[in-house]
């Protein structure tokens, strides 16, 4: 794990919702171009730490950080590091497919008109390829002025998917994307993860252990908001060597 | 204890529930018969244009139907963006704490204070203190006073009600806070924001108590909005109180009846527009 191929560092990370002390000194390095997993049971603290990376705690009261976590090299907590600049490098796709009530256009070039374009032809060049970067041109290229709301789960998901590369960020953030999709959609969005990866650099959170086994480069297993283990993904379900990361791969609990 | 059969029970229950729909339904219509069965017959094209002669016992309403346009407009473009940028203020940039609850308890006893208080401060206040005057401008002032609490309630749980993941991923995408309340708060929440403002104009058509302190009831055309007025509520209300006319009182209600109708059924149309043009 050379330095400068890290895209992200974090390293004594700590956090506190109120008096409750939900990560507990996390290092991780996240590599470029690479695909990294979070696994872990139920509330362990794997979104908290994914909403660490472009600072969506800060939304909520009473969140207290601690620690480094360095974007190249510079620290995104520092109070010179303009968040919203953060936000348009670290992109986030969320659980639940969550286009707004606008048109399938409207959707993708949200985060283009916050950041000021106003030319049209651009923002319509600039829909295009993200919806195309997304696998979803085909589908919509024909209703792009319909509801977002209308398309099937599963293309709302790279609906939104597209709505972040329109901005391109240099990261994406990934919380559970596939647990309101079937089967086959998520093979469809893993498929397009592994095809993002070329470009971007990805981390994702998951409950499903072989979806991170299939896509990820990268694993790290966290516990009661530790991060226990964190090695090559392969090396973490064919020979962990943690007990807990053990118990936890071979379905002891969680 | 006898167990009543639930199947009884629930038609019991239609019962009640459709019972009460129902007599809601007629009183209010039998309201609105009486009130336009005996208004109707006065309400003529003269009736509308023309200017009251003899105190209102003959001639029109005309000075009434624009003091009733002006009053309500003015109040509404007064109270709207005061309301809306204080509610969004209480929702979106502070947190709540106790003086936050404190401003909503405020604002809740003061949209349950009787009208005729608001009349009497905005006499003292605008009229007296400021030397407004009998005026245009102090009635529209009290009645954005008396509006205000109404629309910041109405538009702070409208914004509430905005699903809290649009304001993240506006966030997540790099918006500021302000062009997300712009772009997808303000947006998403207006159908109640508009119920609200609604309310307030309904509620200003028709109110007598805070205007007649505070606009006077001048027959006059108003010139500016220094001079006094007179609402069609005020007239209705001289008109039935001093026994100066009823067919003519009758009148004026059917066609104050007539334009609160109007402006919701604008207003409803309106509102389904935005939502058309929003969705497609
Ligand atoms: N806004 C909040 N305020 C207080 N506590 C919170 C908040 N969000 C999360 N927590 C707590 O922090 C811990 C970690 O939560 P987090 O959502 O990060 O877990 P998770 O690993 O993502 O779980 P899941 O797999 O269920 O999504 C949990 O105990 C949770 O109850
Ligand atoms: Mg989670």
């Avoid at chain 2, 940028?85 to 809740?108: A, C, M, N, P």
Wanted: net charge positive.
């Amino acid at each position: 794990m050379t330095t400068e191929k890290n895209k992200i560092e974090i390293s004594g990370l700590d956090l506190y919702y109120g008096k409750f002390h939900a990560l507990q000194s996390v290092s991780m390095p996240v590599q470029k171009n690479l695909i990294t997993a979070l696994i872990g049971p139920s509330g362990c603290g794997k979104s908290t730490l994914l909403r660490c990376l472009n600072r969506m705690n800060d939304l909520i009261s009473g969140v207290k950080v601690t620690g480094k976590v360095l974007l190249d090299q510079s620290d995104i907590y520092s109070p010179t590091f303009e968040v919203t600049e953060l936000r348009k490098r670290v992109g986030m796709v969320f659980q639940r497919p969550n286009p707004f009530p606008l048109s399938i256009y409207d959707n993708v070039v949200y985060g283009l008109k916050v950041a000021g374009m106003n030319n049209r032809k651009k923002m319509e060049e600039i829909a295009e390829k993200s919806l195309m970067g997304a696998w979803l041109w085909d589908n919509v290229k024909d209703k792009l002025h319909h509801s977002a709301l209308e398309l099937p789960l599963d293309q709302q998901q790279r609906l939104c998917v597209a709505r972040l590369l329109a901005i391109e960020p240099e990261v994406i953030l990934m919380d559970e994307p596939c647990s309101a999709l079937d089967p086959i959609a998520t093979m469809k969005i893993e498929e397009l993860m592994l095809e993002l990866k070329k470009n971007y650099t990805i981390v994702i959170v998951t409950h499903n252990m072989q979806q991170a086994a299939r896509v990820s480069d990268f694993t790290g297993y966290m516990l009661l908001g530790k991060m226990i283990e964190f090695n090559v993904t392969k090396d973490i379900f064919t020979r962990p060597k943690e007990k807990l990361t053990e118990e936890y791969i071979s379905g002891k609990y969680g | 204890m006898m167990r009543l059969n639930p199947r009884y029970v629930q038609r019991g229950a239609v019962f009640v529930l459709g019972g009460a729909t129902v007599l809601t339904l007629l009183i209010l219509i039998f309201i609105i018969f009486f009130i336009l069965e005996k208004g109707l017959p006065v309400l003529t094209l003269n009736f509308l244009t023309g200017n009251p002669e003899d105190l209102g016992r003959k001639g029109g309403i005309f000075p009434a139907i624009i003091g009733s346009i002006i009053l309500p407009l003015l109040a509404i473009l007064i109270a709207t963006p005061l309301g809306i940028f204080t509610s969004v203020y209480l929702s979106e940039y502070t947190r709540e704490s106790k003086l936050t609850r404190l401003i909503r308890f405020g604002t809740d006893c003061l949209a349950g204070i009787p009208s005729i208080i608001f009349g009497l401060f905005g006499y003292i206040f605008f009229v007296i203190t400021l030397e407004m005057g009998w005026s245009i401008l102090s009635g529209a002032l009290t009645l954005a006073v008396m509006i205000l609490p109404t629309i910041i309630r109405t538009s702070e749980e409208a914004i509430r009600a905005v699903p809290k993941t649009y304001r993240e991923v506006s966030f997540s995408l790099g918006a500021t806070g302000w062009q997300t309340v712009k772009k997808v708060i303000l947006p998403n929440a207006l159908p109640g924001i508009v119920t609200g403002i609604m309310l307030s104009i309904g509620r200003s058509i028709g109110e007598t108590a805070a205007v007649i302190f505070t606009a006077g009831s001048s027959l006059r055309l108003p010139t500016s909005i220094f001079d006094s007025t007179r609402t069609m509520a005020v007239h209705f209300y001289i008109l039935a109180r001093e026994g100066i006319s009823q067919e003519n009182a009758y009148g004026t209600a059917a066609t104050l009846i007539i334009a609160v109708l109007l402006v919701n059924l604008t207003a409803y149309w309106l509102m389904n527009r935005f939502i058309a043009k929003r969705r497609s």
